[in-house]
């Protein structure tokens, strides 16, 4: 291959990477279409196309690259899990399991194996099957996926809100705050996590606490609705109470 064959694929990585890596998809594909097409034996480039069909709905598209991007790399985490997702989403639920056992198993033995990117790809896994199963009312399910999912990352906040909420859908009103601290613990200044917190103690009928977090949810948010609804309805005595429709 001449040199400057070599320079013009470098050129296509180089132009479809920065354009994916913006979520500039449509830019990006015909850059890596063409580099895979040159250089079939980098299974990165299958990825990234993989993730680009699958966003454009083009299912069998994205499954035929990810399995190439496997078939080049089997140890390749990132591309496991994605065609996971693909073959969930086209109904092929045995297959799917099947992939998503192996990447996991891959690093029995190796609790540092799995790179940062591939435990919040499983984790998130994880949280969007407790999503489906709080959405139907299967809370001991719910809890089950999002403490698998905080077993792979604990530090993701937005998990332990998730986790509290279903606590507090449970009843479980002093799980559900433990959750929410941790959150806030560890994202001072994540909203969601003051808010929920804040909802939790009005329904333990704990309001002044409630008003603390709330009121810091201002602090970082002078203009968040939610916050200004709940202090209005504290100080209001004519004002809904606990049991009013909670935000998501």
Known sequence: MSSDRIDRIGQLIALGREHYNTNEYERAEPYLAEAASARPSF???????????????????????????????????????????????????ERAREVYTKAVSASVGQPNALDRFARGKLANMHADLGSAYSGLAMFEDSVREYVKALDLCPDFADLRVHLGNVYRDMGMFHAAVTEFEHAKKLKPEFVPARIHLGVTLFSLGRKEQALVEWQQVLVIDPSHKSAQLYIRMVNDENGPRAGSALPR
């Open 43 to 93: 299974p990165d480039l299958y990825n990234m196309l993989g993730v680009i069909y699958h966003a454009q709905g083009r299912f069998s598209d994205a499954e035929e690259a990810f399995e190439n991007a496997l078939r080049l790399n089997p140890r390749y985490t990132e591309a496991a899990l994605n065609l996971s997702v693909t073959y969930n989403d086209r109904g092929k639920y």
